[in-house]
T-cell receptor, first 111, second 113 residues
Framework: QEKVQQSPESLIVPEGAMSSLNCTFS?????SIWWYQQHPGKGPEALI?????GNKKEGRLTVYLNRASLHVSLHIRDSQPSDSAVYLC???????????FGSGTQLTVMP | EAAVTQSPRSKVAVTGGKVTLSCHQT?????MYWYRQDTGHGLRLIHY???????EKGDIPDGYKASRPSQENFSLILELASLSQTAVYFC????????????FGSGTRLLVI
């Protein structure tokens, strides 16, 4: 079954800095890859998805996908204290009905 | 506004008792899911459904049953609650399975004593 690993477990950055989060997966045939944001006491919310090799930019978010190295990264430009949350990487395996989630990265943006 | 609503928000149950967690969605989505979240384990899929009156097992179905009586409602049933089932449970819905984003509820915090 697909395995999803995230790093680092926690990340502390100052306000205005770039936050970079990493995710590796085990199957190059994986289909969609998603990033979710989860604030304390809330359910995860979808942020951005990527299906093809390369990068995708939406506002302050940029995602890079490299299927050959089984790696996807999320970069948050001009990080704000409100960005402080757990970020979950989720991967859909080919032929599967489900998303497999990583254990998350706790991002803290210091004012 | 389209939403996924879970009830109760929190519950304390005794070991061996029956627990039912409920989920209602107004998204008109075909797919619904039950996940549990434990510290250090991320989200793990328990059961899912892609049509009313049908449910499928996920990765960790042991000790859990699911029921989908209508497109809008999806329940998770713990017939004999155990200490190891203490966790936060999330329900989610999606339009087309893994090619569309999941909408999650706010979760149910279950403590089994």
């Amino acid at each position: 079954q697909e395995k999803v690993q995230q790093s680092p477990e926690s990340l502390i950055v100052p306000e205005g800095a770039m936050s970079s989060l990493n995710c590796t997966f085990s199957n190059s045939a994986s289909q969609s890859i998603w990033w979710y944001q989860q604030h304390p006491g809330k359910g995860p919310e979808a942020l951005i998805s990527i299906f093809s090799n390369g990068n995708k930019k939406e506002g302050r978010l940029t995602v890079y996908l490299n299927r050959a190295s089984l790696h996807v990264s999320l970069h948050i430009r001009d990080s704000q204290p409100s960005d402080s949350a757990v970020y979950l990487c989720a991967v859909a395996s080919s032929g599967s009905w489900q998303l497999i989630f990583g254990s998350g990265t706790q991002l803290t943006v210091m004012p | 506004e389209a939403a996924v609503t879970q009830s109760p928000r929190s519950k304390v149950a005794v070991t061996g008792g029956k627990v039912t967690l409920s989920c209602h969605q107004t998204n008109n989505h075909d797919y619904m899911y039950w996940y549990r979240q434990d510290t250090g384990h991320g989200l793990r899929l328990i059961h899912y459904s892609y049509v009313a009156d049908s449910t499928e097992k996920g990765d960790i179905p042991d000790g859990y049953k699911a029921s989908r009586p209508s497109q809008e409602n999806f329940s998770l049933i713990l017939e004999l609650a155990s200490l190891s089932q203490t966790a936060v449970y999330f329900c989610a819905s999606s339009e087309t399975g893994t090619n569309s984003d999941y909408t999650f509820g706010s979760g149910t915090r279950l403590l089994v004593i």
